[in-house]
């Protein structure tokens, strides 16, 4: 299938069959490519917390208004995003960088210290919306890594997340959850989502030319 097509594929599964695990090489190659998505100032401001464990799953479920998939599905993804940028949190994306390019770059030494004062001091609030979007970002990815492995998804943002913090003891760890993602195989004769089309706004509505205001 090229691109177009796993688009039309996939689908945010509601109905997911329980006895059909996805293996681990798959969900492997879908964490790659979340891991390799773009991200601004490339800081990876999110974490991926991969739940598999079913009476962990059980307790997110509840936190979640009860979406099956969480349990159905055999993998969770929990996209948890930075509560701030610390100068701890950008030095270590920064030496990351060096390490993997074997170099220090004048540019990017600059560019660090721009972002070192510019970003803890703009306040955890505004810090936490702005690592939040870049977790939308490889959400996207994931989800078009599982539809090229021929594995259903579904992006959730419906559920508690001070409950999904709270059980997997994300605040201790700097994190608060973002969007969940589970995975699984769809159960196509129970998934009344399954057979119905796709609909999109259509392509007019979607994209305009730009204009001056004043034409
Ligand atoms: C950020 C985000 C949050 C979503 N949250 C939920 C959710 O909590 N539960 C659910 O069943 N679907 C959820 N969806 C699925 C959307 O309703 C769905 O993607 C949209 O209607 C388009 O349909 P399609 O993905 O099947 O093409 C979410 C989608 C996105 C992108």
Not at 118 to 123: S, T
Not at 153 to 163: C, L, V
Request: proline share 6%; net charge neutral.
């Amino acid at each position: 299938m090229d691109l177009q097509q796993l688009c039309q594929w996939r689908y945010a599964t509601k109905k997911m069959d329980p006895a059909r695990p996805v293996p681990a090489d798959k969900v492997e190659r879908i964490l790659e490519i979340a891991r390799l998505a773009p991200t601004s100032s490339g800081l990876q401001p999110y974490e991926i917390v991969l739940v598999t464990d079913a009476a962990l799953r059980e307790r997110i479920r509840a936190a979640a208004n009860g979406q099956a998939q969480i349990t159905d599905g055999s993998h969770l993804l929990v996209f948890a995003a930075w509560d701030d940028y610390t100068p701890e949190r950008i030095n270590r994306v920064f030496d990351q960088t060096n390490a993997d390019r074997g170099a220090t770059l004048p540019g990017w030494e600059d560019y660090r210290q721009r972002l070192l004062s510019a970003y803890p001091q703009r306040g955890a609030a505004h810090n936490f919306e702005h690592a939040a979007r870049q977790a939308y970002i490889g959400l996207g990815f994931a989800l078009l890594a599982a539809a090229n492995e021929g594995v259903d998804s579904t992006p959730m943002e419906g559920f508690d997340p001070a409950a999904v913090d709270a059980i997997l003891g994300l605040r201790a760890r700097g994190l608060r959850s973002v969007l969940l993602m589970p995975l699984g195989y769809r159960d196509a004769a129970n998934d009344w989502l399954v057979k119905l089309n796709k609909s999109r706004r259509p392509m007019a509505e979607f994209v305009s030319s730009a204009a001056a205001p004043d034409a």
